[in-house]
């Protein structure tokens, strides 16, 4: 069974709900899912990571939240190439923060763009001034990424 894992940079668990939300839409696709809160390098170059969702939030000024923080300088300092890697991505903003809505989801676009990583479809905004529940436009999403993408496993 192939093996999806969904990063999860949260502050006040929109992002975490989102992960919980979408998981059983992986898992009726025939993938093993693990969620993970607090990513490291090795979680994401790891052999065994067939595919990688990334539900991220944006704090302050377009910044990533707290320990998603050090995950993604990881990722920058260390520059592990990610060539194999294929992804989507949902980011969570406010679009009342004008220029950094959604910032550190865009922020996290360009640098796996950057280490070689493929993005499967477009990237997810999520405007917490337009949407109350995340889910409700997370979900979806997702069930037109699966198929889109031809997700499923035979």
Known sequence: MP?????????????????????????????????LENPSLDDLTAPDTDL????????????????????????????PGLSSLR????ALGDSSYGETFCGAGRQLDELLEGQGATRLGERLEIDAMETFMADDAALPWVEAWIDTQQLKVA
């Open 3 to 35: 093996m999806l894992k969904i990063f999860v940079g949260t502050m006040y668990g929109g992002a975490l709900d989102v992960a919980e939300q979408v998981k059983p839409l992986f898992e009726g696709a025939g993938y093993e899912v693990a969620i």
């Open 52 to 79: 990688a969702l990334f539900c991220v939030s944006t704090t302050g000024s377009g910044d990533y939240p707290g320990t998603f923080a050090n995950f993604a300088r990881a990722i920058a300092d260390q520059s």
């Open 87 to 90: 992804y989507g991505l949902i």
